[in-house]
């Protein structure tokens, strides 16, 4: 269970996610690294924690023609990364290139529509009136899997449909979850941990609430014994 809560190393150098891996001890055993920490820290940090044996979501959100995403993901495998993500709205091509170059070294999740985009915005990037939001992920969800993705990344509130469209056994990882008495942050709408497993999510991505808590190791393990709670249910 431990390795379905996966804790952003959201910093803004080497030195700082080391010690928030120090606080949290050997208990975290899957970290995110996104873009700010990449750029600051480089291929040289991943391979570091997998060194430390961590598993590492790389989560680049990659959107380039097939063969240059290609070339990325080779790089992301041979780095040792478990997830990396990349975008659906690459199209079938794109994400078909990079699995192949994956070749089951990695798994790529694929990020549907930005959760900064509202309906608006987002009818206004695509030129045509979008009705629900909720649809069209569910539409990249289904194709990108199609297409080789092995997961998707979404809200917890889009997990059931999405779960539901793609095929079984896929990984569906949400963030934006909070635990019921925390503070929202820059988050708008946020699931708990046990509701976020029950409508489907296979892991989380909990970045403040653990890494800001006082106790990080003991906001880690309330996220893991609510995880193992709402799977037992589940089942
Ligand atoms: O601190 P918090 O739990 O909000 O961190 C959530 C993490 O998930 C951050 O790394 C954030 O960039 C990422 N994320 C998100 N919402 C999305 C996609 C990614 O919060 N829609």
Redesign the pocket.
Known sequence: MNDRIIV?L?VESPAAAQGIMDLLGPDTTFY?V?LELYTASGPGFVSSLSAQEKEVFL?LKLHDIPNTVAGAVERAADLGVRFLTVHGTGGPRMIEAAARAASGRLTLLAVTV??SLDRAELSRVWGREVDSVEAEVVRIARSSTEAGAGGI?C?PREARAVSEAIPSGSEVVT???RFRDDAL?D?RRVSTPAEAFRSGATRL?????ITRASDPAAAFQRAVEEGRSAMAGAS
Do not use: A, H, I, N
């Open positions: 952003p959201d995110k996104g989560d930005l959760t990344v809200s963030p934006g979850v942050d988050q991505v909990m970045g403040r609430p």
